[in-house]
């Protein structure tokens, strides 16, 4: 099968998949990101010659070069989207042209080759088709897709490489969150900024997860599950936790997220989340919004619910929120009624048991 007229993948099966029954083992109690499928795709660029030698084989290491160019100054970027089983058996994709625009616009900011969206829909395809047994039928199963890309040149000089290497591997998973997570807590990082105007923050590269990290350290030692990061400049405005978008539910049932602007990613849970929300006639906002007012609004209860959300745990509600100099809940702890609501009609869209009126689902044969 053709992504276009020119590029052919070439298929080999893995010659020692997972057994059967081992694998129907894993896929009992998968967790998230451990579990990972017999093959993957790979598709190399090079300049004057541009995107070639497309494949689907098993999986295995890699080999690089100590001056592979990755390594020294970080051109690199990647996606995270899922596949889910049907009710009929089929396998199906959750709106995965966004993600084919999401990553040809992280390569461009990255100043890395721009993989044709049709190129990145079909490896996509020729993935799950390849290893469609490893989606699990667990509640919450899905093959999670990871597409990443890296500058595979060998050379030292801080200049944008000539040479990359796209590849798709996968991941049966479950939950996220262990135990399900009712709620998360959330600690407002003092020291830390997840991203600043003109940088990469709209960009889906490694960098800005490494750059979270000690932040996430940080909150795990103040007995909070997630950090949530402010904006670079006032130091004030919420903009996201380390890897998921933020909403907020007021008492007049509207609903309120921060702005792109260039410092946030555009999930596409999120965008999900906001044509869903406004196909209800709730009232949607795309605004800054303070810490300080989070933390009245929460108090007076004039904030009801909050959450994040993101392709990976979907829907998480906010349970609390501390920092050095303040401590606060929101409603009660746990799960709000329109966090709820729309998470169950966004997760029952992705998987074909409620209708798809925006037509999102990509089903496969």
Same mark, same amino acid.
């Given at each position: 099968?053709?992504?276009?007229?020119?590029?052919?993948?070439?298929?080999?099966?893995?010659?020692?998949?997972?057994?059967?029954?081992?694998?129907?083992?894993?896929?009992?109690?998968?967790?998230?990101?451990?579990?990972?499928?017999?093959? $993957?795709?790979?598709?190399?660029?090079?300049?004057?010659?541009?995107?070639?030698?497309?494949?689907?084989?098993?999986?295995?290491?890699?080999?690089?070069?100590?001056?592979?160019?990755?390594?020294?100054?970080?051109?690199?970027?990647?996606?995270? $989207?899922?596949?889910?089983?049907?009710?009929?058996? &089929?396998?199906?994709?959750?709106?995965?042209?966004?993600?084919?625009?999401?990553?040809?616009?992280?390569?461009?900011?990255?100043?890395?080759?721009?993989?044709?969206?049709?190129?990145?829909?079909?490896?996509?395809?020729?993935?799950?088709?390849?290893?469609?047994?490893?989606? *699990?039928?667990?509640?919450?199963?899905?093959?999670?897709?990871? *597409?990443?890309?890296?500058?595979?040149?060998?050379?030292?000089?801080?200049? *944008?490489?000539?040479?990359?290497?796209? $590849?798709?591997?996968? &991941?049966?998973?479950?939950?996220?969150?262990?135990?399900?997570?009712?709620?998360?807590?959330?600690?407002?990082?003092?020291?830390?900024?997840?991203?600043?105007?003109?940088?990469?923050?709209?960009?889906?590269?490694?960098?800005?997860?490494?750059?979270?990290?000690?932040?996430?350290?940080?909150?795990?030692?103040?007995?909070?599950?997630?950090?949530?990061?402010?904006?670079?400049?006032?130091?004030?405005?919420?903009?996201?936790?380390?890897?998921?978008?933020?909403?907020?539910?007021?008492?007049?049932?509207?609903?309120?997220?921060?702005?792109?602007?260039?410092?946030?990613?555009?999930?596409?849970?999120?965008?999900?989340?906001?044509?869903?929300?406004?196909?209800?006639?709730?009232?949607?906002?795309?605004?800054?919004?303070?810490?300080?007012?989070?933390?009245?609004?929460?108090?007076?209860?004039?904030?009801?619910?909050?959450?994040?959300?993101?392709?990976?745990?979907?829907?998480?509600?906010?349970?609390?929120?501390?920092?050095?100099? $303040?401590?606060?809940?929101?409603?009660?702890?746990?799960?709000?009624?329109?966090?709820?609501?729309?998470?169950?009609?966004?997760?029952?869209?992705?998987?074909?048991?409620?209708?798809?009126?925006?037509?999102?689902?990509?089903?496969?044969?």
């Amino acid at each position: 099968m053709t992504a276009d007229a020119e590029l052919t993948f070439e298929f080999t099966p893995n010659a020692s998949p997972v057994p059967a029954n081992e694998r129907a083992e894993r896929l009992v109690n998968p967790g998230f990101g451990r579990v990972f499928t017999d093959h $993957m795709v790979t598709i190399r660029y090079a300049e004057g010659k541009g995107w070639h030698d497309a494949k689907v084989g098993a999986r295995a290491p890699l080999t690089l070069d100590p001056a592979t160019s990755v390594l020294h100054y970080a051109q690199e970027i990647f996606e995270g $989207m899922k596949a889910y089983r049907l009710a009929d058996g &089929s396998a199906a994709l959750f709106r995965p042209r966004e993600n084919a625009r999401r990553f040809r616009d992280s390569a461009r900011r990255m100043a890395m080759a721009e993989l044709p969206e049709a190129l990145f829909l079909e490896s996509i395809r020729q993935m799950v088709r390849a290893d469609r047994d490893w989606i *699990p039928e667990i509640e919450g199963g899905a093959l999670y897709l990871r *597409p990443f890309m890296f500058a595979s040149e060998v050379f030292l000089g801080v200049k *944008p490489a000539a040479e990359y290497l796209y $590849m798709v591997i996968a &991941s049966s998973v479950g939950a996220y969150f262990k135990g399900g997570a009712p709620s998360v807590s959330l600690w407002v990082s003092q020291d830390y900024t997840r991203a600043a105007p003109g940088g990469t923050g709209a960009a889906k590269c490694g960098g800005n997860y490494a750059a979270s990290l000690a932040a996430q350290a940080e909150a795990i030692r103040r007995g909070c599950d997630q950090v949530i990061f402010l904006d670079a400049v006032e130091r004030r405005y919420v903009e996201e936790l380390g890897g998921m978008n933020t909403f907020f539910v007021f008492d007049d049932g509207s609903i309120q997220t921060p702005p792109l602007g260039g410092t946030i990613l555009p999930g596409i849970t999120r965008d999900s989340l906001l044509v869903l929300a406004r196909a209800q006639g709730l009232t949607v906002r795309e605004a800054p919004y303070a810490i300080d007012q989070w933390k009245a609004d929460a108090e007076s209860g004039r904030l009801r619910e909050a959450f994040a959300c993101g392709t990976a745990a979907v829907v998480t509600p906010i349970g609390s929120v501390a920092s050095p100099d $303040m401590r606060f809940s929101i409603g009660n702890g746990g799960p709000g009624e329109l966090t709820e609501r729309l998470r169950d009609q966004l997760v029952g869209i992705q998987r074909g048991e409620l209708p798809d009126p925006h037509n999102w689902l990509e089903r496969l044969d």
